[in-house]
């Protein structure tokens, strides 16, 4: 069963999934991750077993044939060419999660996501139209509109105008048929995801044979998939020889909304041997500064990045991480949560401050993302993207800072070729005259190949909705159906 993070609750997953926000703002949580049995079991488990055996765990309402069902159809060959690339270079290993349809790591759980909507509309009987409203700051939004393409669930995606990569937007774009929209807003993705949870708990909002969810990692079903691949990874090591089974070690993740990173402590909960969680921050280094003070302050410059999905300033699963570190106290995290909106701003009490041991943040510029991503290529040979190289530096920063010794797992969360024109400066190429001759550079540089996923790209044309801000909400609701507008 589920709570949430504002308020105490007895949920059935079902219920979370389709919801996918409280109705009084909080997050929904599973609190019995400790009751997941880790051990050497485990070893057994391919992707697919293994996700089967997470899933099962927290959405216990679901049946088992359905599990394996969502399961086997969202990994499936003809979504991904590999579920997860796992690749060692001596202390530090990269997790690739961008082989999926959208060639970054959100295609993990969103591929998951509205298979498993659909089937708990089923187990709660609702019968309405479901509607997905959801703000990306790149990755998410393509990934959404791909995930639930095929469903019968439409989905809103908005995104920053300006404020994403260009083939961020192309694929945004290509994914967005039928009745799913995706549209370009006047202001950064904080406004973005503040519009859309706005909407989601207005009351005066009254939609025709329709309700919302959300497809953001403010969804439990989002999030859960994710910790799957964290465990796998640390029996991949354990498979190949890198460690030994009980070894503990260290996860760097580039982190904006804390989904990610959050699956991950997740995992550490559910008994995954986890030294050090490394949180990775670009110029937006509000997190940074959080771990290291303790003060979570949004009122700050905001900046535009070679590593845009990483460009957030409010990052909302990080209540669900205060909340299991309080010890499940909601009204604490309620009150933060509430001092947030109304002042910009919350500090943590300093007996929390210690339950956030695990974790450690650094944060790096483009100056120096641009130099990680040059220097990795030339010592193994090896090509990453911007927010990959924002991990990498961060973990080569706590290495020379700590020097513990332990294997270090660099989360790799998108293709390189999602953002060729940074990369390619990176490397001290001459860019092209389009996105798609700066890619073909960047193949006979590197002599690696783009996705086909991207390459596709070139020829596909789109015309771009832009919304002004200050008509935002009105035009949001329009769409919606809102009856009161």
Known sequence: MLTSTRKRLNVAPSVGVVKGISDEGG???????????????????????????VLSFVFDDFKIEDIREIINSAYSKENFDEIVGVKSFGKTTFLELWHGPTHAFKDMALTVLGRLMVKAKENIGEKDRTLVLTATSGDTGSA???GFSGTGIDAIVLYPHGGVSPVQEAQMQYFAKNGSKAISVEDNFDFCQSLVKKVFTDKGIELENAKFSSANSINIGRLVPQIVYYIYTYLELV?????????????????????????GFIAYKMGLPVNKFICASNANDVLTDFFNTGVYDRKREFFKTISPSMDILVSSNLERLLY???????????????????????????????????????????????????????????????????????????????????????????????????????????????????????????????????????????DRVVWEKDKAEYNLRKLSGDKNV
């Open 144 to 146: 959404t509109l791909s």
């Open 239 to 263: 498979r190949n020889d890198v460690i030994s089974f009980g070894d503990e070690i260290n996860f760097c993740v580039p982190t904006g909304n804390f989904g990610n990173i959050l699956a």
């Open 324 to 462: 299991l570190a309080s010890g499940g106290d909601f009204k604490l995290i309620d009150k933060l949560m509430n001092d947030l909106a109304e002042k910009g701003r919350y500090e943590i009490p300093e007996s929390l401050k210690k339950e956030l041991g695990k974790f450690v943040a650094y944060s790096l510029d483009d100056v120096k993302t641009e130099q990680v991503i040059r220097d990795e290529f030339e010592k193994d040979n090896y090509l990453i993207d911007p927010h990959t190289a924002v991990a990498l530096g961060a973990t080569i920063k706590y290495q020379n800072e700590v020097n513990d010794g332990l294997q270090c797992v660099v989360v790799s969360t998108a293709s390189p070729y999602k953002f060729p024109e940074p990369v390619c400066d990176s490397l001290k190429l001459e860019r092209g005259k389009d996105i798609f001759e700066t890619i073909s550079i960047i193949e006979k540089a590197t002599n690696t190949v783009a996705p086909q996923g991207i390459k596709r790209l070139e020829k596909f044309k789109f």
């Open 27 to 53: 997050l929904f949580i599973f609190e019995n991750a400790s009751e997941f049995k880790f051990d050497k079991s485990l070893l057994r488990l391919d992707y697919i077993g293994l996700a089967e055996r």
